[in-house]
Each structure stands twice: as structure tokens, then as C-alpha cells.
């Protein structure tokens, strides 16, 4: 029997993992310096904290969701995101109860959607999170949008245009969803369309197929209250003023149903393939209430890590490191050395390859030394063992040869 791979499952290795892991240390650190800390949450929670959170009737929690039983049939599923997984860790936790400065986490985990597989779309992928608890202020959501958009730079995705919206408070939501229904009830919609009406009628907004209906749709910033229009434009301000391209898009929902007010995503203007989001996100001041924790505002995003690399495909981030040395050798006295050598080197963070195969010639193990690319290449025969000096071969620096003694190979690498 064949065994492949899940449906909208990856193997990662080799140059993939390489860039995957060059991307990670990157936003590691980066996050580090706007203060945010890690935060790793379980694989699988209980199915009722994304009912809750998320929303009943969103395509995650109809459709999307991997669900896992145990022995006492309690329902868990694979995590589909990471905000409420945070949220509950927080609240279980009790983090915001021993002081009152924000709460600051990002992470970078693997999330399981099932939905129709395609390029930059899977059912396993990753995220990097980052969730911003404790203060509600425009400031705090401007600094976030472009903090979003800095990641992107520092990974050397350019050119990246912001779309944001407010969704307003509850009343402004519930005025703006009846004059909504009255444009849509004149409207010819898609059958989806149909059941978002009663279940999320915002969520019609954002149906590709119906746009053409929707050219004199009601705008939903007409009907923000004064201080909600101050905080966007505020936050719209604050990022033209950083240089970040950003648009007011009025049919911006997002599929979560924890937003209030700001949502945001961002898509790169230089790739014209459909699932160019690389980050989604927004504020959710009615969350942790919710999931029954203390009034506590919150602001955060998602990065698609599949998206950006992508996007990056041609980019340094994918080139592998080449090996430091590949170690020759041609005798059974000559193996001895090598081990020695490599054991020494490695120990000092080189990278280190040797031949292990003792049945292969001269000639076999300088074209295996090519296969790895390595920068430098020792022959070590029986004389060397005598003399404790090597030829060392440098390949990026035309052959060049230098002979030196054995405990100084690591001051030539
Ligand atoms: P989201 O919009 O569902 O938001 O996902 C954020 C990003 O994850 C998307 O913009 C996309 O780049 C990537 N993504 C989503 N689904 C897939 C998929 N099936 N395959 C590949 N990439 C995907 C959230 O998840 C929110 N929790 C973000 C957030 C954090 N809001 C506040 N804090």
C-alpha cells in the first residue's frame, strides 16, 4: 500500500525548510524589539472556545473545523486560529491580573482549516501571530498595522497596500445591517449571499462574485459615530505619515466575528495571484468578556507564512547555507584523522561533511565534496596523519592551496 500526504499538506525540507527557518528567526527577533514575548498555546483545544469566539455561523466554525474526540467523547478540534487560543491561555492563566501594562504576544504556529486547496491556500499552514492586549487607543492600532507592514519589510517583501475599515460599535453595526438589507432585498445575490442574510449579513460585503450588484451599496463609514471616524482616520493619519500605502475599503469585513470596530488586511501589489492576502487582522474589545475573563480590549494580526514565502521564492531568504569544509579521505589511518578533525570542527560551529563511504576513490569523493557545495575540500592521506598538516583547498577562492598544521584549520575557516 502507497501512503501520500493529506490533501493541502506540505513536507518541508531541505531549501524550504531553510527559508522557513531564516523567516522564523527573523520575526523572532524583530518582534523582540517592540517588546513582544512568545507564546505557545495547545495544538487542539475544546470546539466550544471557537464557537464562541469566532462564531457560530462563520465558514470556519460551519465548515472548516478538523474535530478530534477522546475516550470520554469530549469534542476538541485542531486549532483553525490563535487569537482565541491566547485569549483563553490568558484568561486561564490570570496574566492580566498582576499588572496593567499591555500584554504583549506574538506566535508562530501551525493551523488547520479545511478548505479547498490551492496555491497559498492549505488545510495545514502557518501563521505569525501577534496579539496586542490591554489598551484601546488608535495609537496602539496604528502601531500594530505598522509593525504588520515592517515584518514584511524586514523579510524583503515591499510594496504592500493596507486596506482598513471600523465595523463601529454594536448600535452603529445593527443600524448599518437593516439599511443594508434593504439595498440587498432589491439585489440579485448568490446563493451564499442568500444564507449570509440572515446568518452575517456583513459578511456579504466581501462576495466575489456579487460585487457588480453592490457598486451603490450604503458606504458602512456614513454610518460610524463621530469619535469612531476620528479613531480611524487618526490611525489612517499616523500611517500615511510613516509612508505606508493605505486605503480606506469600505467592504473590508474579515470573517471572525470577535472584530469591533478597525479590521485590517494586507496584500502586496506586485502579485496578481487570488490569494494574495499575506495579513489579516483587527481590533476585538468584546473578546475576553466573552470567553469570561475580565473587560479587556485587544488588537492583533495574522501573517500567512505560505503567502510570503511565495512571494518570496527567488529571494536570498531560500538559499542554503553552503558546508564549511568536506574532509577527504584515503586510508584507514586517514579516516582516524578525519573524525578528529570534523569532531574538533563541528564543535566550533563549522559546518562539516566527510566521506563515510571507505569503498569510494579520490576521484568519487571530490565529486561528492561538489554535490555539497562545500567552500573548502582536505585530502587526507597517510602523509598527513605523519606530518599534522593538511592541503587545504579553498573552492571559492580559485583552488587556492594552503598548507597548514592541523590545530590551526579552524583560524583558516
Ligand atoms: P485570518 O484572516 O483568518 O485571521 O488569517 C490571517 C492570515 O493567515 C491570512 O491573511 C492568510 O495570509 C493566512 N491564512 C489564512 N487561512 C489560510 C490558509 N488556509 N492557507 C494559508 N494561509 C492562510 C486570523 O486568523 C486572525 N486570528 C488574525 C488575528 C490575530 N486577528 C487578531 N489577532
Redesign the pocket.
Known amino acids: 500500500m502507497k501512503y501520500s500526504k493529506p490533501r493541502?499538506t506540505e513536507d518541508i525540507y531541505y531549501e524550504k525548510f531553510d527559508a522557513l527557518e531564516n523567516l522564523f528567526i527573523k520575526l523572532k527577533k524583530f518582534s523582540n524589539n517592540y517588546n513582544y514575548r512568545q507564546i505557545i498555546t495547545p495544538t487542539f483545544e475544546n470546539i466550544n472556545l471557537f464557537k464562541t469566539s469566532i462564531g457560530n455561523n462563520t465558514d470556519?466554525v460551519t465548515k472548516e473545523m478538523f474535530l478530534l474526540k477522546n475516550k470520554s467523547n469530549d469534542i476538541f478540534v485542531l486549532k483553525?486560529?490563535?487569537?482565541?487560543s491566547v485569549a483563553r491561555a490568558i484568561i486561564e492563566n490570570k496574566l492580566y491580573n498582576s499588572s496593567n501594562k499591555q500584554i504583549k504576544f506574538f506566535y508562530l504556529d501551525s493551523?488547520y482549516?479545511y478548505?479547498r486547496p490551492q496555491r497559498?491556500?492549505?488545510?495545514q499552514?502557518?501563521?505569525f501571530?501577534?496579539?496586542n492586549i490591554g489598551i484601546k487607543n488608535y495609537l496602539v492600532d496604528a502601531e500594530t498595522i505598522l509593525f504588520s507592514i515592517r515584518c514584511l519589510e524586514i523579510l524583503g517583501i515591499k510594496n504592500n497596500i493596507v486596506h482598513i475599515n471600523s465595523l463601529g460599535n454594536e448600535n452603529t453595526k445593527k443600524i448599518y445591517k437593516e439599511k443594508l438589507l434593504k439595498f440587498l432585498l432589491q439585489k440579485e445575490i448568490c446563493n451564499d449571499c442568500k444564507i449570509r442574510i440572515n446568518n452575517n449579513p456583513l459578511r456579504i460585503l466581501d462576495c466575489k462574485k456579487d460585487q457588480k450588484e453592490f457598486i451603490k451599496i450604503p458606504k458602512i463609514y456614513n454610518f460610524l459615530e463621530d469619535k469612531e471616524k476620528k479613531y480611524l482616520d487618526n490611525i489612517i493619519k499616523l500611517l500615511k505619515i510613516n509612508n505606508i500605502n493605505v486605503v480606506l475599503n469600505n467592504n473590508l469585513v474579515?470573517?471572525?466575528d470577535?472584530?469591533t470596530e478597525v479590521v485590517f488586511?494586507?496584500s502586496n501589489d506586485t502579485s496578481n495571484w487570488s490569494?494574495n492576502?499575506?495579513?489579516?487582522?483587527?481590533r476585538?474589545d468584546n473578546l475576553y468578556k466573552k470567553l469570561g475573563g475580565n473587560d479587556c480590549p485587544?488588537?492583533?494580526?495574522?501573517?500567512?507564512?505560505?503567502?510570503?514565502l511565495i512571494l518570496l521564492e527567488n529571494s536570498e531568504i531560500k538559499k542554503y547555507k553552503n558546508i564549511d569544509l568536506f574532509l577527504i579521505s584515503l586510508s584507514e589511518k586517514s579516516y582516524e584523522l578525519s573524525f578528529k578533525i570534523s569532531d574538533f570542527l563541528r564543535k566550533k560551529n563549522f559546518i562539516v561533511e566527510m566521506n563515510l563511504d571507505n569503498t569510494k576513490s579520490l576521484k568519487q569523493q571530490f565529486k561528492l565534496s561538489d554535490k555539497y557545495n562545500s567552500k573548502n575540500v582536505i585530502i587526507i592521506g597517510d602523509k598527513e596523519v605523519k606530518e599534522n598538516r593538511v592541503n587545504i583547498i579553498s573552492k571559492t577562492n580559485n583552488k587556492e592551496i594552503k598548507n597548514i598544521e592541523i590545530n590551526k584549520i579552524n583560524k583558516f575557516l
Open positions: 493541502g470556519i483553525p486560529e490563535g487569537t482565541a493551523l482549516r478548505e497559498g491556500r492549505l488545510r499552514f502557518r501563521q501571530g501577534i496579539e474579515r470573517g471572525l470577535y472584530y488586511e494586507v490569494q492576502t499575506l495579513i489579516g487582522g483587527g476585538y485587544a488588537f492583533g494580526f495574522g501573517m500567512g507564512i505560505e503567502r510570503v
